[in-house]
């Protein structure tokens, strides 16, 4: 069998944290008297925190100070974090962890390739952090999807060629960054959306293990 590198982003992907980034999004927006909804935070998928604030604002039209912008990143992960405290693996997305121990047995080389910059503890929490042989996150890299460079770093860890190396993403800059790293994209979510991936489900309960055995040959 060959060896293909597996690379997971992490929000909307593994776990559900999307929830609790608009929670915590929504609290600032409140604050500002901007209105937040959740087709609002669909323009935040796979950006970074500084990037989301300034959209955010833009909404709203409220300028700020650089002061007032750094204090709200703080209060903003503060929130998020405060909400992750009691994260444990009921919050893994429904089919996840089949696919993830498939790979395992098969001895398929795993990474993380994702924004966040708590994906550690997020993967410790949900009892998961054993499974990646890596970890990329927003702790590692200078540039945002789509800019190709976390999904190319996960590669190069792995020590697996970016031809052999296939993304699993649920954002339209995801999906981008690994088409533009020449992976195979598999987009997770609505095909309207994410109809530059290669493949498409709509979650991980769809994907077959015979299919990801295919990728695999």
Same mark, same amino acid.
């Given at each position: $069998?060959? #060896?293909? @590198? ?13 929830k609790y980034? !608009?929670? @915590? ?5 409140? &604050?500002?008297?901007?209105?937040? #909804? ?14 989301? *604030?300034?959209?955010? *604002?833009?909404?709203?039209?409220? #300028? ?9 990143? /703080?209060?903003?992960?503060?929130? !998020?974090?405060? !909400?992750?405290?009691? $994260?444990?693996?009921?919050?893994? *997305?429904?089919? /996840?962890? &089949? ?10 080389? =795993?990474?993380?390739? +994702?924004?966040?910059?708590? @994906?550690?503890? =997020?993967?410790?929490? #949900?009892?998961?952090?054993? !499974?990646? &042989? ?15 460079? /976390?999904?190319? $770093?996960? @590669?190069?860890? *792995? ?5 052999? +190396?296939i993304v ?14 020449? $992976?195979?994209? =598999? ?11 290669k493949y ?7 994907? &077959?293990?015979?299919? =990801? ?5």
């Amino acid at each position: $069998m060959n #060896t293909k @590198a597996f690379i997971f982003d992490l929000d909307g992907v593994i776990v559900d944290t999307a929830k609790y980034h !608009y929670l @915590a999004w929504q609290k600032i927006a409140a &604050e500002l008297n901007i209105e937040f #909804t959740h087709e609002h935070n669909e323009l935040l998928k796979g950006v970074s925190r500084v990037r989301s *604030l300034d959209i955010i *604002l833009e909404l709203g039209k409220v #300028t700020a100070s650089q002061e007032d912008k750094d204090r709200w990143l /703080v209060q903003k992960n503060e929130d !998020y974090l405060s !909400y992750l405290v009691d $994260m444990d693996a009921s919050e893994i *997305l429904p089919g /996840v962890f &089949e696919i993830l121990k498939f790979l395992k047995e098969n001895n398929q080389p =795993i990474a993380l390739g +994702s924004a966040s910059k708590n @994906a550690r503890p =997020i993967l410790e929490k #949900t009892g998961l952090l054993s !499974y990646f &042989e890596a970890v990329v996150d927003g702790n590692d890299v200078t540039n945002a999807k789509p800019d190709p460079e /976390v999904f190319l $770093m996960a @590669a190069k860890l *792995l020590n697996i060629t970016p031809e052999n +190396s296939i993304v699993f993403e649920d954002s339209v800059a995801g999906v981008q960054a690994a088409n533009i790293g020449r $992976m195979t994209s =598999i987009g997770i979510g609505e095909a309207s959306t994410l109809h530059e991936a290669k493949y498409i489900f709509k979650d991980f309960s769809e994907i &077959e293990t015979s299919f =990801i055995a295919n990728l695999i040959k």
